[in-house]
């Protein structure tokens, strides 16, 4: 556990009502053109939006990962080799009349970058891509209805790590990238907690799991931002992805993958925590560059 939960009065608003208050989100016109758990980022929402991402990219660059832009829709296999299929065929939505699916996280192509092919990972490869992501929501009707919390549409800065197939390594590579999560929470002053996942909370291609949660005063809990996996060689061997051991024989790599951030949900600890009693909103330190200096969002009159 992390950070000090901030004292709030009584009549604090949820991020929906600052939202408003600052003209950042407008949940009823998104609903009236896509549907439910749609939304618009406007003005500064979309700034704040855009400055989380870049603010998560630029650490993960400080730490030695090579960005890329990739495809959002992919084939069949490259859902198949990287776990999503065959169980979780209702998060994803498909193009009809063509075999191609929108991906809920750029794990999915960052993965199958290197299908059927041989990796020298005689140091980790690191990689990393902002994307938009896309996700159904099956299951989830009457859960979290109200603001950004569960959305069908968002944006996620993932980092990869493909390593050689060593508990040892790749142990240490998911402390380092559930390190870099934990470094954004921290530049933008939010309390937060890390939590190890039980393994019958874990998808079927998982081996450890942890879950960052951050402080959300709106549910009066923490709610999940950030999860980071080791999957061992489970992707590597649906996607048949190899290295060469210290005796030159083919092995199945590592990889691991955790997300950096996630917009929108991350605005909900972001507006409410930094809430001032007058409406107005601080901006962290960390983030003010991206904002041209902005310290302060003044509630509009």
């Known amino acids: 556990v992390v950070g000090t939960i901030p004292s709030l009065p009584e009549d604090f608003r949820d991020h929906v ?43 993960l660059l400080r730490h030695g990962f090579t960005p ?25 939505y ?6 191609r699916w929108l991906v809920g996280t750029s794990e999915v192509p960052l993965v199958s970058y290197y299908a059927d092919e041989i990796v020298d990972v005689s140091e980790p490869v690191r990689l990393a891509a ?36 060593s508990s040892e390594v790749s142990e240490a590579m998911l402390q380092e990238i559930t390190g870099h999560a934990e470094e954004l929470l921290q530049l ?6 890390v939590v190890a996942v039980c393994t019958g909370d874990m998808g079927q291609k998982t081996y450890k799991q942890y879950d960052i949660e951050t402080w959300m005063p709106s549910r009066n809990a923490y709610g999940e931002t950030h999860s980071s996996s080791n999957l061992h060689d489970f992707q590597a061997r649906r996607s048949n ?14 990889t691991l993958n955790n997300t950096a951030v996630a917009s929108p949900r991350i605005l909900i600890p972001l507006l409410e925590n930094h809430q001032q009693e007058d409406g107005s909103i601080r901006i962290p330190t960390a983030l003010q560059p991206y904002l041209n200096g902005l310290e302060v969002l003044e509630a509009r009159k």
């Open 17 to 59: 009502e600052l939202g408003e208050l600052h003209g950042l989100i407008d949940i009823a016109r998104g609903v009236k053109m896509s549907g439910a758990r749609s939304y618009v980022l406007k003005g500064a929402g979309v700034l704040l939006h855009r400055a989380v991402q870049q603010l998560a990219m630029d650490i």
């Open 94 to 99: 498909k193009l009809e009349d063509e075999e």
């Open 241 to 254: 992805i190899h290295c060469r051991d210290a005796e030159g024989k083919l092995v199945y790599c590592h």
């Open 130 to 165: 902002a994307s938009t992501c896309f996700r159904s929501e099956v299951g989830s009707s009457g859960r979290d209805v109200r603001g950004l919390y569960r959305v069908h549409q968002f944006a996620k800065v993932e980092q990869v790590i493909l390593c050689e197939p």
């Open 188 to 193: 933008l002053e939010l309390p937060y907690r």
């Open 68 to 92: 890329l832009e990739v495809p959002l829709l992919v084939r069949e296999p490259a859902l198949l080799n990287t776990g999503f299929f065959p169980l979780g065929r209702d998060q994803v």
